[in-house]
């Protein structure tokens, strides 16, 4: 029988993370990362990673493991979900990127690899043309894609246009060429909690992080004079703070504008969750022993 794999996801602040750390004590078994976010090194805090203490507790695999600058796509994400599941007796992916869940569970097409240059060259045409005009462009070749993108997000728009530019093939026709599943009976829990309680969470967790130090781990990475266009500074919160670095905003406002934007994107998690996702166990993380719930 193929190996069990458990899948704790949910929105942003459920408490995916201390649930997986929980089943994974029962079980003997490794946490997985399954967000974007917490993948890249430089937002420990911010990204609500797992401390160090509970590092100690039980295995944990792909927390701050690339760089800021590097591009992780879904793909790639599964080759190394992959590698990981391999080697532990009971892996929990935790996480709430279903983008990447999906893609391992249900498989990817197989997309050739694009040469750099095209990439670097397709963000310096939407930092030219702006974000209209290359999406006009773009739709030129690949309209199916273009009507499934909001307008401004500018990682999408350019990832299909360096697909169309390296094969010659829209995006979307690759993304019809399904490959194999991964080979793995997955198990999926979502976190479903009342949307007043998650409103609450989000914002108690967002002064936590305030009070432990995220405006010196963000402010160490402002310092650096990144460039705008590395991935890992979407973590929601660095936009936020960046811009009350700059004089921009107060902290207070800083502060209110990104708990706003966590509850608007927590929405659009459930949404995708309730279309997307057939979860195993649908569990309120605020039930009492809801944990012993999951498991029968």
């Keep these: 029988m193929a190996k069990q794999v458990l899948v704790v996801t949910g929105p942003t602040a459920s408490g995916k993370s201390a649930a997986a750390l929980a089943l994974a004590g029962r079980h003997g078994g490794t946490v997985i990362n399954a967000d974007a976010m917490q993948t890249y090194d430089a937002f420990p805090i911010l990204t609500a990673q797992p401390t160090p203490e509970e590092r100690a507790r039980v295995p944990h695999a792909l927390y701050g493991v690339l760089p800021l600058s590097e591009t992780l796509s879904a793909a790639r994400w599964r080759d190394l979900a992959l590698a990981e599941i391999a080697e532990s007796p009971a892996p929990i992916l935790c996480g709430g990127s279903g983008l990447y869940l999906r893609t391992l569970i249900q498989g990817i097409s197989a997309i050739p690899a694009v040469p750099a240059e095209l990439r670097d060259q397709a963000n310096a045409d939407w930092q030219a043309l702006g974000a209209e005009a290359f999406r006009d462009r773009l739709a030129g070749r690949d309209p199916e894609i273009v009507r499934r993108l ?9 990832r299909a246009w360096e697909v169309v530019q390296a094969t010659g093939r829209p995006l979307s026709d690759w993304q019809k060429e399904q490959g194999a599943p991964a080979p793995y009976r997955f198990r999926t829990i979502l976190l479903a909690p009342d949307r007043g309680w998650l409103r609450a969470r989000i914002e108690t967790r967002f002064d936590v992080m305030l009070q432990h130090g995220v405006l010196e781990e963000v402010r160490a990475v402002f310092d650096r004079h990144p460039d705008p266009k590395w991935p890992g500074l979407k973590a929601h919160g660095a936009p936020e703070l960046f811009r009350f670095f700059r004089g ?3 902290l207070d406002k800083a502060r209110q ?3 706003d934007h966590i509850r608007q994107y927590a929405k659009r998690q459930m949404t995708w969750f309730r279309h997307q996702l057939t979860p195993d166990v649908v569990a309120n993380p605020a039930s009492e022993k809801f944990l012993d719930k999951i498991e029968t």
């Design 257 to 259: 504008i990104a708990i």
């Design 150 to 158: 909001k307008p401004g997000d500018r990682q999408r728009h350019v």
């Design 248 to 250: 921009e905003l107060t």
